[in-house]
């Protein structure tokens, strides 16, 4: 199956500072999501973007297909950011293939 | 517009008891999912309806754990009897909007934090 890997495992930011998450997938696909799962364990929908890029306020993100990668930018990182970040893929409407995920931690 | 809803939130029960677990999904969507989060990891797909049909149900452990999506709209999923290591976080997802927007995007509910001791 389709391997999905995130990095870095884990990020320590200071509020204010901006990042870049990184997302490989082993294979070709036709759907790529990004989550943001908040400490409550809701997954948030950030990003359906199975290639380009997209952006939505502080957050964008750039996916090349071809190359099998997808970057999520945070800028100006907020508390209220913290929790983790999943890239997930698929075909179509079959099951979606979580990452690792990110562990982003901003601190006051 | 609604998002999926999911009941309980949370459930605590001692091993060889049984639970379920009732999911609602987005209206118009035709394609449901369970999937099961392990602290710690990603979520992993368990069972996928299509309407009221199963897709794929190759990672349901079958001797314990059943669901069902009666008319094609809500679905439980039963666990009988529980296990120590089915202590995770069961969430459902809907996608296959015909209605105009993403056709594939999935969203997911709150999910069902399950404990068993």
């Known amino acids: 199956g389709i391997q999905v890997e995130q990095s870095p495992p884990d990020l320590i930011l200071q509020e204010g500072a901006n990042s870049t998450l990184r997302c490989n997938f082993s294979?070709?696909?036709?759907?790529l999501q990004w989550f943001h799962q908040n400490p409550w364990g809701q997954l948030i929908n950030l990003f359906y973007?199975?290639?380009g890029t997209k952006q939505n306020g502080r957050l964008s993100a750039t996916t090349v297909a071809t190359e099998r990668y997808s970057l999520l930018y945070i800028s100006s990182s907020q508390t209220t950011d913290s929790g983790v970040y999943f890239c997930a893929v698929n075909f179509g409407n079959e099951k979606l293939t979580f990452g690792t995920g990110t562990r982003l931690t901003i601190i006051p | 517009e609604a998002g999926v809803a999911q009941s309980p939130r949370y459930k605590i029960i001692e091993k060889r008891q049984s639970v379920a677990f009732w999911c609602n999904p987005i209206?118009?969507?035709?394609?449901l999912y369970w999937y099961q989060q392990i602290l710690g990891q990603g979520p992993k797909l368990l069972i996928q309806?299509?309407?009221?049909?199963?897709?794929?149900d190759s990672q349901l452990p079958k001797d314990r754990f059943s669901a069902e999506r009666l008319k094609g709209v809500d679905s439980t999923l039963k666990i009988q009897p529980a296990k120590l290591e089915d202590s995770a976080v069961y969430l459902c997802a809907s996608s296959l909007d015909t209605s105009g927007g993403n056709p594939y995007e999935q969203y997911f509910g709150p999910g069902t934090r399950l404990t068993v001791t």
């Open positions: 973007i199975p290639s």
């Open positions: 309806f299509q309407n009221n049909g199963v897709v794929d």
């Open positions: 209206s118009g969507h035709a394609t």
């Open positions: 294979d070709s696909v036709n759907n």
